[in-house]
């Protein structure tokens, strides 16, 4: 578990790590600590996110690098995921690749008998709603795909954090929400280390894999990373 | 003179932009939860639209859009150029309307 900032800068130091060949295609399963609200990178964050909140409730925020909404990453109620390799393994074409990807969370969320399909741009669905929401970038011929596995939702707490108008932040949101979003813990009695052996179990199905830690290079790069992007200012309000 | 839309894109995304601007476009916004590959094309777009006649119109943002992507070899998933520039037409419509 690691803060909002240093997730999305190991994330970033990966990319480059293997870029300069110094590292292998990577899928990487982490939480966040303190519960943070991450926004795409196209979103703006003082309309997306009530900072006032977000600052009581001690719930941090960053910007991602990656497009898509905002979500929020709560300590105990969701595990994110990212996938980083060479974009030449991977389809060329975009929404193939989020499939891929999701493919296997797909396989692992059916390990814990939840039936779930993928739902393009970016969603995973089961029963019609969405499990699982994925973000995709490319750069320098480096694919990354992160992602979150829902498994419980705190709606009031969620939207106590998200810029909706007050109105919205009604009962009858919050059953809205709860009619498009559903939860590893809604269809399954699985507990949330069962739930990452599932996905761990999905992703790497038919790959030959090794568990590793990040690199003392990869590490110094995250920390300067956090250090000079993901926690300034200058990049979380950029937009 | 300052002018917001927000459109939902059908089964797709949010675009929102905003938009300052006289007779020209002095800067615009576009904001949203769509995606674009590269992200960094987000730029040439808004840096395109400056300077541009506020009654150019749609077709007119569109097609500067359009070519700022194709230069960018750049793909928008989950909006497009129209979307966009139909954003920023109302936009400055709003701005015109509450002024």
Same mark, same amino acid.
């Given at each position: +578990?690691?803060?909002?900032?240093?997730? +999305?800068?190991?994330?970033?130091?990966?990319? @480059?790590?293997?870029?300069?060949?110094?590292?292998?295609?990577?899928?990487?399963?982490?939480?966040?600590?303190?519960?943070?609200?991450?926004?795409?990178?196209?979103?703006?964050?003082?309309?997306?996110?009530?900072? @006032?909140?977000?600052?009581?409730?001690?719930?941090?925020?960053?910007?991602?690098?990656?497009?898509?909404?905002?979500?929020?990453? @709560? +300590?105990?109620?969701?595990?994110?995921?990212?996938?980083?390799?060479?974009?030449?393994? !991977?389809? =060329?074409?975009?929404?193939?690749?989020?499939?891929?990807?999701?493919?296997?969370?797909?396989?692992?969320?059916?390990?814990?008998?939840?039936?779930?399909?993928?739902?393009?741009?970016?969603?995973?669905?089961?029963?019609?709603?969405?499990?699982?929401?994925?973000?995709?970038?490319?750069?320098?011929?480096?694919? #990354?795909?992160?992602?979150?596995?829902?498994?419980?939702? @705190? !709606?009031?707490?969620?939207?106590?954090?998200?810029?909706?108008?007050?109105?919205?932040?009604?009962? =009858? +949101?919050? =059953?809205?929400?709860?009619?498009?979003?559903?939860?590893?813990?809604?269809?399954?009695?699985?507990?949330?280390?069962?739930?990452?052996?599932?996905? #761990?179990?999905?992703?790497?199905?038919?790959?030959? !894999?090794?568990?590793?830690?990040?690199?003392?290079?990869?590490?110094?790069?995250?920390?300067?990373?956090?250090?000079?992007?993901?926690?300034?200012?200058?990049?979380?309000?950029?937009? | 003179?300052?002018?917001?839309?927000?459109?939902?894109?059908?089964?797709?995304?949010?675009?929102?932009?905003?938009?300052?601007?006289?007779?020209?476009?002095?800067?615009?916004?576009?904001?949203?939860?769509?995606?674009?590959?590269?992200?960094?094309?987000?730029?040439?777009?808004?840096?395109?639209?400056?300077? %541009?006649?506020?009654?150019?119109?749609?077709?007119?943002?569109?097609?500067?859009?359009?070519?700022?992507?194709?230069?960018?070899?750049?793909?928008?998933?989950?909006?497009?150029?129209?979307?966009?520039?139909?954003? %920023?037409?109302?936009?400055?419509?709003?701005?015109?309307?509450?002024?």
């Amino acid at each position: +578990m690691n803060n909002a900032a240093r997730n +999305m800068a190991i994330d970033h130091a990966i990319m @480059d790590s293997i870029r300069a060949g110094n590292q292998q295609p990577t899928i990487r399963f982490y939480r966040w600590k303190p519960s943070a609200v991450s926004i795409g990178c196209f979103q703006g964050m003082n309309d997306e996110v009530n900072i @006032d909140k977000c600052n009581a409730a001690g719930v941090s925020y960053v910007r991602r690098r990656t497009g898509g909404g905002a979500v929020y990453h @709560d +300590m105990d109620g969701e595990i994110t995921y990212s996938v980083i390799g060479n974009e030449n393994i !991977f389809p =060329k074409n975009i929404i193939e690749s989020y499939k891929t990807i999701c493919s296997w969370i797909i396989n692992g969320l059916l390990r814990l008998g939840i039936k779930a399909e993928f739902a393009p741009i970016n969603d995973i669905v089961t029963s019609g709603k969405k499990i699982s929401g994925n973000a995709q970038t490319r750069r320098e011929g480096i694919l #990354l795909q992160h992602g979150t596995i829902l498994y419980k939702v @705190d !709606f009031e707490k969620m939207f106590s954090l998200l810029n909706v108008s007050k109105e919205k932040i009604s009962d =009858k +949101m919050i =059953k809205s929400a709860g009619e498009r979003v559903t939860s590893v813990s809604e269809h399954s009695d699985a507990k949330l280390e069962e739930l990452y052996a599932a996905l #761990l179990a999905g992703f790497v199905e038919g790959k030959d !894999f090794f568990y590793a830690s990040l690199s003392k290079e990869e590490e110094d790069e995250a920390a300067d990373l956090e250090k000079r992007i993901y926690s300034t200012y200058e990049w979380n309000f950029s937009r | 003179m300052h002018g917001k839309c927000k459109i939902k894109v059908p089964g797709g995304k949010m675009v929102s932009v905003k938009v300052d601007y006289g007779k020209k476009i002095e800067r615009v916004s576009i904001l949203g939860d769509f995606f674009l590959h590269p992200e960094s094309a987000i730029n040439k777009i808004e840096e395109r639209l400056k300077g %541009i006649d506020t009654e150019s119109g749609k077709n007119a943002f569109e097609m500067i859009i359009a070519n700022a992507l194709k230069e960018e070899k750049a793909s928008l998933i989950g909006a497009d150029a129209g979307i966009i520039s139909s954003a %920023i037409e109302k936009a400055i419509n709003d701005g015109m309307a509450s002024d």
